[in-house]
């Protein structure tokens, strides 16, 4: 395999805290692979971003998965909306 990155997107003027806790997020799975993804947090509509990110970055494959929301995340917050 070539490349790997891992991405989680937040909405546009999420609180630091969201970033911070989505990086946490992603430093865990990392923890967990072989090899060194890269890791990014971006900020938007999940599959606006992420295509601009498979076009934009030259990639192959595009797989998405679901994550369970951490209490007081922005997800977390919508879905109680």
Known sequence: M???TLVTVI????AKEDEQRAK???Q???ERMAG???LDVLEGHPSATLERLA???GY???VSAPVAAAAGSP???QDRS
């Open 11 to 14: 909405p546009f003027g999420a």
């Open 28 to 30: 865990e799975q990392v």
């Open 60 to 62: 192959d494959l595009l």
């Open 24 to 26: 946490a997020m992603l």
């Open 55 to 57: 076009v934009e970055g």
């Open 75 to 77: 997800a977390d917050r």
């Open 2 to 4: 070539g490349r790997v």
């Open 36 to 38: 060194t993804p890269g």
